[in-house]
């Protein structure tokens, strides 16, 4: 990507994420009060990303997270493995009755004209305990690392998580990595958190560092405090408002080079037009719009990012990195979970402009 991004060639890891990893309970279309079972599935907006990466595109990744030592920790070590990423833990030991845990989300799928609905259990959670100094950024970017990439989620979880990731982020442009974030703004932990001024005062300092972010115009408002159309609102698939916000998010964010967000209406919980728009050092770009059917929305947008990076990091030009994050957060809403079940073939084929007719 001359003249956009310099990705190292000569690197033990392609990508490594900064993040928490959680336990997302899904009792499908039931809703969670009248839910009898659920489907456990091992999640994470930075974890989703490296899981992506390495499973459906083929590159080495890594996850720096918390881990605790009890079952739960064990599914989940046991389900990041599968997943082909490789595990950097800072381990903790769960004292048998309260912690400290692994997050828990509980989401509930929706259907038609009903919505789907997440919350969450963070109590005691052990990523929320990380803190600068729990790993050491100098031997594992001494192995050589192209890509860096954490999140606000991550961010929102304690004063502490914040002050790692500006380390880590720190680390990573001395070793030469590219670092990128996804804003992922949400209301409900920061208000826990501090609230608005304090996301705004945590996120505008990480952002300083950041090469490549993701975040749509909520994001971009809430998060950084950027003017723009009145916080979720929702501009559906229209990019513009989106692109009014760019060249403030630049003036103050001088580093950046690539600015990139999903873009959706949701017309039903099972139905969603979609489509994706990319702002490249002075030039947008959009993807086509494309009709969801919808199974399972949690983790397209992480999917989309995981698309887009590969293509930045092999180096396929901007409109190429564009249409594979949109062609696989797509089929990401078609599997259930929150990672990929896609093969790379699937997702080029989509982005070329492929049709769901039966292969045989």
Not at 21 to 27: H, K, N
Not at 173 to 179: K, L, P, T
Not at 274 to 279: D, L, N, R
Not at 283 to 302: C, I, K, W
Request: aromatic share 8%; net charge negative; charged share 20%.
């Amino acid at each position: 990507m001359s003249g956009i991004l310099e990705v190292r060639e000569d690197a033990a890891l392609d990508f490594l994420s900064l993040g928490a990893v959680v336990i997302r309970l899904d009792p499908g279309i039931v809703p969670f009060h009248k839910a009898s079972s659920a489907s456990i599935h091992v999640s994470g907006g930075e974890f989703n990303v490296a899981a992506n990466l390495a499973d459906c595109f083929g590159l080495r990744t890594a996850i720096a997270t918390a881990m605790v030592d009890y079952p739960i920790g064990d599914l989940a070590d046991e389900r990041i493995r599968a997943m082909r990423v490789r595990p950097i833990y800072r381990r903790f030991a769960h004292d048998g009755v309260t912690g400290p845990n692994l997050a828990t989300v509980y989401s509930d799928r929706g259907h038609g004209v009903r919505a789907p609905v997440v919350f969450y259990n963070r109590a005691n959670e052990a990523a929320a305990r990380l803190a600068a100094g729990d790993f050491d950024w100098g031997a594992i970017f001494g192995e050589g690392v192209r890509w860096f990439h954490s999140g606000g989620i991550f961010a929102a979880l304690s004063p502490t998580t914040s002050e790692l990731i500006v380390a880590a982020m720190q680390a990573a442009r001395h070793a030469g990595a590219v670092v990128s974030f996804d804003l992922n703004y949400r209301a409900r932990l920061w208000t826990a958190a501090g609230g608005a001024e304090r996301a705004r005062e945590v996120l505008r300092r990480i952002v300083e560092q950041v090469d490549v972010l993701v975040g749509n115009e909520e994001d971009l408002q809430a998060g950084l405090g950027i003017p723009g159309p009145e916080a979720g609102a929702g501009t559906g698939i229209d990019p513009s408002a989106f692109l009014s916000m760019i060249e403030q998010v630049v003036d103050r964010y001088p580093r950046i080079r690539v600015v990139a967000t999903t873009l959706r209406e949701v017309r039903s919980a099972s139905r969603h037009s979609w489509s994706a728009v990319v702002w490249a050092d002075g030039q947008s770009h959009v993807a086509p719009t494309m009709e969801l059917d919808v199974y399972d929305r949690v983790g397209g947008g992480d999917g989309f990012a995981a698309g887009l990076f590969y293509g930045l990091i092999t180096g396929t030009g901007i409109e190429e990195a564009l249409r594979l994050g949109w062609a696989h957060g797509a089929l990401l809403t078609t599997f259930p979970g929150d990672t990929t079940m896609a093969t790379l073939a699937q997702v080029r084929a989509l982005a070329q402009g492929g049709s769901a007719r039966i292969q045989r």
